[in-house]
């Protein structure tokens, strides 16, 4: 009989569904989600509800395979007690970025192993710490970076290790972030670099992973440089464009960067109808005040090896 791994997931937000998809479906033969965690009761019971109605219309492999009783509930701040109560073996972090160090090291503590979307955290402080308490612990912390997945990304790294181009010397990367895309960073949580570190840290962290796997290197001198020069307040005067609403909820007429939470069934019912628990407002506008994170980054990047990179990262692309 195969023993399954017992899961906790951490931050039920957006990203969670798709794990809580993949333990209740496609590895349920494998994986048991036993717990979930968040600092919002309505976003639990959100996620309860859909747990349950995914549990009931599982295909036949998936349902021979449910646990007999729904996950438990469980709030942020309780990781070390759901760890030990519910004897989870892998806790999978998908909440806020400021808040990874905490839960993955508490979690690591407390016993189990750790599976945390990108980034792993948002400063250097705080990753020596994550880092430190792998090597007193024993336990393991996976940080998912699904970029490395895609067939082109795979190929490029069997193509360098192969040796067909010879060895790389120079590495251009630039991304550009369109403004449906580029834009949403600056309505949610990520908009305060506080909380995400700023592009840099929790969308690039995706570019410079793929170049260090592909070029099998790492960095050992950065030069950076940015600012907000599209996004913002004071970027929006500029142009002209004042008395803006403060969220695109509330707007009386139509905007092609505001974002209105009542026409989209999912985020209404994780985000609109559950502000009375945390005043987190997902459809912030984005050229209000309080915006401290760049939306146009630039980089050179010196390799162990000898070889060198510009990078350039745009949030406001056509």
Do not use: C
Not at 284 to 305: C, K, R, T
């Amino acid at each position: 009989m195969t023993v399954r791994i017992r899961y906790a997931i951490v931050g039920t937000g957006s990203r969670a569904e798709m794990y809580v998809r993949a333990i209740l479906l496609d590895h349920a033969d494998v994986a048991e989600l036993v717990a979930i965690a968040d600092v919002n009761p309505g976003r639990l019971d959100y996620y309860a509800d859909l747990i349950a109605s995914l549990q009931a219309h599982a295909p036949t492999p998936a349902r021979a395979h449910a646990p007999a009783k729904a996950p438990t509930l469980w709030r942020a701040d309780q990781v070390a007690e759901l760890v030990a109560s519910e004897r989870i073996d892998r806790v999978i972090v998908t909440s806020p970025d400021y808040t990874h160090a905490g839960v993955v090291v508490t979690a690591l503590r407390a016993g189990a192993d750790v599976i945390v979307e990108k980034p792993l955290t948002i400063d250097a402080e705080s990753a020596a710490e994550i880092a430190r308490t792998v090597r007193e612990t024993g336990r393991s912390v996976v940080a998912t970076f699904n970029y490395r997945y895609s067939p082109r990304n795979t190929e490029l790294r069997r193509l360098i290790a192969s040796g067909a181009i010879g060895t790389p010397t120079s590495v251009h990367f630039e991304w550009v972030l369109d403004t449906a895309h580029g834009a949403d960073y600056f309505r949610r949580w990520h908009r305060d670099k506080a909380n995400s570190g700023g592009l840099l840290v929790h969308k690039a962290s995706h570019h410079f992973d793929l170049v260090n796997w592909w070029i099998d290197d790492v960095p050992v001198r950065v030069f950076a440089s940015g600012g907000l020069r599209f996004y913002g307040d004071e970027n929006a005067a500029k142009r002209g464009l004042t008395n803006r609403p403060e969220r695109g909820t509330d707007a009386r007429e139509s905007d092609p960067f505001l974002l209105d939470l009542r026409e989209d069934e999912k985020l209404r019912q994780l985000y609109l109808d559950n502000e009375q628990h945390d005043a987190y407002r997902r459809d912030q506008d984005v050229f209000s005040p309080g915006i401290s994170i760049e939306d146009n980054l630039s980089l050179v990047v010196d390799y162990a090896s000898g070889a060198s990179m510009s990078y350039s990262l745009n949030a406001h692309s056509p």
